[in-house]
């Protein structure tokens, strides 16, 4: 059997376990990490929870560790295009021969008493390759929730809570108090926490959490905060003041999670890590996160929004008003079933002059026959073109040179996009 065959078989199984547990728990995971020697507790770890910006805050950290000479592991999720995205080290994706080897590490010690997830699986294979390949720090986002989210059985030195918004209530709970209570549960003791939270009830549980168990507590707009200026951001730290700091990343939105990069790298350099102010300004110009305000195409430009919740859509719309406003745009959407379909179409269509609505291929896709009737209140152009690439390139074949076409609403709908455009890299140059 060749590589590319191990390889596509390895994915084939675990893409076919489920995709949550029965019951959530750790119960699981530790079993399987126990099983592989505990790999988890051979590196320093940073632990990021949130509804938004989990992914641009850990890149833009692991990004700074390793400017700053430290060999560091990030994990992530979703992927967008290859499961390899999801386990880096350096910023480098891992190979395939690497996802071969952590998946039969896995399958070899698991003797639980349920099969696990596919996220409990992947996790395990990510904490298995930072282990064997000796990585200094991990970077680890978690998947959903926090306090019973597989990547929990860490021990960090610092807890991330990005931001909280109602999303997954099935799982994480109905209001925001439950479902704060739920990554609040990343917390640990005498671990110090950052976070960018803002409701006054999400503000005081994270509080009351982080109080029990000893941990300091730092929250943008109060231990530490920002200016923005003309592009640029002054800084106003914990010990430090930095300024005309600048992020790589597109979008108002992102100067905020920049901070919170900042705040961490002011209490990671408390244990002496030697993070240098330009290693960390380096590290935030540099910072990539793909599918997120990324621009891949100028004529027509072409804009991957992953854009999967609420906050998210209101971000891009932001973005769309304020950069895109001389240009006519068509947006290419689709929407997962447990996202709030109709305010994230309401908040993105008023700046477009074109919708067209389409379906990922992951099975909790809504059809586009149901985001129809909603569209159909604020925009007559309305295409119904259920496949992704073949709502991609209509879009490309018809729009003109000064248009834009933003592809949004799940991360999957983007992912489809990006694979369309690595195998078809002619759609990108239509009037180069």
């Known amino acids: 059997m060749t590589t590319k065959d191990s390889y596509n078989n390895c994915l084939n199984t675990i893409y076919h376990l489920r995709r949550y547990g029965i019951i959530l728990g750790l119960n699981t995971i530790g079993t399987i990490l126990q099983g592989l020697g505990n ?24 990004t700074i560790l390793h400017l700053s000479g430290y060999k560091v592991g990030l994990y992530t999720s979703p992927h967008l295009v290859r499961f390899n995205e999801r386990i880096c080290i350096n910023n480098r994706q891992v190979s395939n021969e690497d996802v071969i080897a952590s998946y039969e590490a896995v399958k070899s010690v698991h003797n639980g008493y349920r099969e696990p997830t596919f996220f409990e699986f992947a996790t395990a294979m990510a904490f298995y390759e930072f282990g064997k390949q000796n990585v200094d720090w991990a970077v ?23 931001n909280i918004s109602l999303e997954h209530k099935t799982f994480l709970g109905n209001t925001i108090a439950e479902i704060t209570r739920e990554k609040g549960g990343i917390i640990k003791n005498k671990v110090p926490v950052v976070t960018g939270v803002k409701q006054k009830n999400a503000i005081s549980v994270l509080k009351t959490i982080a109080d029990s168990k000893s941990a300091q507590f730092h929250r943008l707009g109060e231990a530490f905060r920002i200016r ?38 002011e209490i990671l350099n408390k244990n002496n890590l030697g993070l240098d102010l330009q290693h960390i300004k380096d590290g935030l110009v540099q910072n990539r996160w793909p599918g997120r305000l990324e621009i891949v195409s100028e004529s027509p430009l072409i804009l991957l929004d992953g854009a999967h919740n609420f906050i998210a859509a209101r971000n891009l719309a932001g973005y769309l008003s304020e950069n895109l406003s001389d240009r006519n745009i ?42 129809y009737p909603i569209a159909r209140e604020m925009i007559s152009d309305i295409h119904i073109i259920p496949d992704v690439d073949k709502a991609v390139i209509h879009a490309i074949e018809t729009a003109s040179p000064k248009d834009a076409i933003c592809i949004a609403g799940s991360l999957y709908v983007v992912g489809e996009a990006k694979e369309l455009f690595e195998k078809n890299s002619a759609l990108l140059n239509k009037n180069q």
């Not at 978690?142 to 990005?162: E, F, Q, Y």
């Not at 997962?336 to 309401?346: I, R, S």
């Not at 002059?353 to 026959?369: G, M």
Request: charged share 15%; proline share 6%; net charge positive.
């Open 330 to 371: 068509t947006l290419v959407i689709g929407i997962l079933d447990d996202k709030p379909c109709a305010p994230m179409l309401k908040s993105l269509i008023p700046f477009c002059s074109k919708v067209i609505l389409t379906r990922p291929k992951i099975d909790r896709a809504l059809p586009p026959e149901t985001l």
């Open 140 to 162: 680890i986002e978690t998947g959903m929730g926090g306090r019973l989210d597989a990547t929990n059985i860490i021990k960090p030195a610092l807890s991330i809570i990005t």
């Open 228 to 265: 923005r200026s003309n592009g640029t951001f002054n800084y106003y730290g914990l010990e430090n003041v930095w300024r005309n700091i600048q992020t790589g990343l597109n979008g108002d939105h992102q100067i905020t999670n920049a901070a919170l990069v900042l705040a961490s790298c």
């Open 39 to 62: 790999p988890q507790d051979t590196f320093n770890c940073i632990h990021v929870a949130g509804t938004n910006g989990k992914g641009s805050i850990a890149s833009a950290l692991a």
